[in-house]
């Protein structure tokens, strides 16, 4: 069974860090483009940060001086670094694998494959 598990969240004060990770089953860190989405109650699954087959990044421009995505491909592991979190960040955060291009990558009908979700909470 292929399947993303991402994990990392927790409660933090403003300004402070989490390291989210998720673990991809058969192998799909190599070869597929793998993102990170937030949904907030009543708001719209947003695009956070991307990384592709080929380690190519995107950030969407609240995240991209806070927040950095990684990979390690012997792991079939994505981690997203988030630093300087602010309470806006709060949300639910979100992995997803998927083949896009580039550009469809900050969309999420181009992702076939999502992980459960992981809660971040960031307190003023």
């Known amino acids: 069974q292929v399947q993303l598990t991402d994990s990392g969240g927790g409660s933090v004060q403003a300004g402070g860090s989490l390291r989210l990770s998720c673990d991809a089953s058969g192998g799909l860190i190599g070869t597929w483009a793998i993102s990170w989405f937030r949904q907030a109650p009543g708001k719209e699954r947003e695009f956070v940060a991307a990384i592709t087959y080929s380690r190519n990044t995107y950030y969407t421009d609240s995240a991209k001086d806070r927040f950095t995505i990684s990979k390690d491909n012997d792991k079939n592991t994505v981690y997203l670094q988030m630093s300087r979190l602010k309470p806006e960040d709060t949300a639910v955060y979100f992995c997803?694998?998927?083949?896009?291009?580039?550009?469809?990558?900050?969309?999420?009908?181009?992702?076939?494959?999502w992980g459960q979700g992981t809660q971040v909470a960031v307190s003023s």
């Open positions: 997803a694998a998927g083949t896009p291009i580039i550009s469809q990558v900050r969309l999420p009908n181009f992702y076939m494959i």
